[in-house]
């Protein structure tokens, strides 16, 4: 399980964008994450933390 927070929807996508375009993940580090993982049966839920959260 992985746990990301992002401070807004801009900063998620810009960091999202940094990361998976970038062509160490393209070349090195992707095949080996995708070799690892079942990407079809990956499921991605955002959550929205409560008041109290330490999320937040």
């Known amino acids: ?11 998620s996508e810009a960091l999202y964008t940094a990361v998976y ?3 160490r993940w393209k070349n090195a580090i992707g095949p080996v994450v995708n070799g690892l993982l ?8 955002r ?8 999320l937040q």
Request: net charge negative; charged share 25%.
């Open 38 to 45: 079942i990407p079809e049966k990956s499921v991605v839920t």
């Open 1 to 11: 399980m992985w746990i990301r927070r992002f401070e807004d929807e801009a900063q």
């Open 47 to 54: 959550a929205v933390p409560t008041p109290a959260s330490p």
């Open 21 to 23: 375009q970038h062509d």
